[in-house]
């Protein structure tokens, strides 16, 4: 027996609920299949062996650009789907280093407004795909949210540090940029009064000096340059003025100790060297902590501080090699 019309309004109202979120979730299913689709690439655009052609880069700024939309549109879940779409293009063993550098050159041109607004949902998501572009762009791309002065969103500066060490870790990048990067680096570093932002500031700068292969003289700058930042942490914790940035300043005498094997002996001594008076300045304070610790209820922070510069102290003194 077939149902009349107004009968079949009646069963579709009274399908069981699981019923009609299995077909909901079918519905999202669907287009969420149908948005990976659409955002393909031909396989001989990103597995070009060669320079891309005018005609290919194009096809690539396109693509970038309807990306980009597709972002800025999209709901919390659709941007975590674009976001995995573009880092799976990037994670195949077939991407071409040609095609990456493109697609990163167009990612920035795209994407940069994500991370200028307040949206710190796109921002964080544009961070993740920066820092598995690693590239000099994308590195720039980072370091461009790093500046308080320009970016006052602390949660947009926050997640573009995280995600800078890795950027730095994994973008093949020359001994000159490293150091600029380093430099770069140092001067937003000693304008930041959050400690986690400029715990991976000091992350990144520590990472470069474990490059293999790093010129001795670009070694050797970047020691100078993490020294520098290091004394600029220690005199901003010890003179009172942003007790907080103890726990940036354990951070940073943490990281040189426990890498300090992988850095070169001549990089190695510049920067122990370098922060020779910053370690006194720390171990004499150890019964008399700066002002505004025991406020902040850092002591027990501080007190880490003054151990791990002991320890430093230590490692001076047999030379760099071990305490």
């Known amino acids: 027996m077939h149902l009349k019309p107004a009968q079949n309004r009646t069963a579709t109202r009274t399908l069981p609920a699981w019923v009609v979120a299995l077909m909901v979730t079918a519905a999202a299913w669907n287009a969420t299949q149908a948005m990976a689709q659409a955002n393909a690439l031909p396989v001989e655009i990103v597995a070009a062996k060669q320079a891309l052609t005018a005609e290919q880069r194009k096809v690539v700024a396109q693509f970038v650009a309807k990306q980009a939309q597709q972002f800025a549109d ?8 674009i976001r995995n779409d573009f880092l799976a293009v990037l994670k195949k063993p077939t991407t071409a280093v040609g095609f990456r550098h493109d697609y990163g050159v167009e990612f920035v041109k795209s994407f940069k407004k994500f991370t200028e607004g307040e949206d710190s949902l796109r921002a964080t998501n544009a961070f993740i795909m920066a820092r598995f572009l690693a590239t000099a762009e994308s590195v720039d791309f980072l370091q461009d949210s790093l500046d308080p002065d320009s970016q006052k969103n602390l949660a947009i500066r926050i997640s573009a540090a995280a995600q800078l060490p890795k950027a730095v870790s994994d973008a093949p990048l020359s001994g000159p940029q490293f150091d600029a990067i380093a430099k770069r680096l140092a001067a937003t570093c000693k304008r930041e009064t959050d400690w986690v932002v400029a715990s991976h500031e000091v992350d990144a700068m520590v990472q470069m000096l474990r490059e293999e292969g790093l010129p001795t ?8 340059t ?3 930042t290091i004394n600029d942490l220690s005199t901003r914790v010890t003179d009172g003025s942003q007790p907080q940035l103890v726990n940036a300043l354990q951070r940073a005498l943490l990281a040189v100790r426990n ?3 992988g850095i070169a002996a001549s990089a190695r001594t510049k920067l ?7 370690l006194d300045t720390l171990s004499k304070m150890k019964a008399n902590p700066p002002k505004g610790i025991a406020e902040a209820e850092l ?8 151990n791990t510069a002991g320890l430093l102290q230590k490692v001076r003194a047999t030379g760099g090699t071990g305490a």
Do not use: K, R
């Open 226 to 228: 993490l020294a520098g």
């Open 299 to 306: 002591g027990s922070t501080f007190q880490a501080v003054v």
């Open 259 to 261: 890498q300090l094997s």
């Open 217 to 224: 003289a670009q070694a050797d700058s970047i020691a100078a």
């Open 272 to 278: 122990l060297a370098t922060i020779a008076p910053s």
């Open 74 to 81: 999209a709901d919390p879940a659709q941007v975590v789907q």
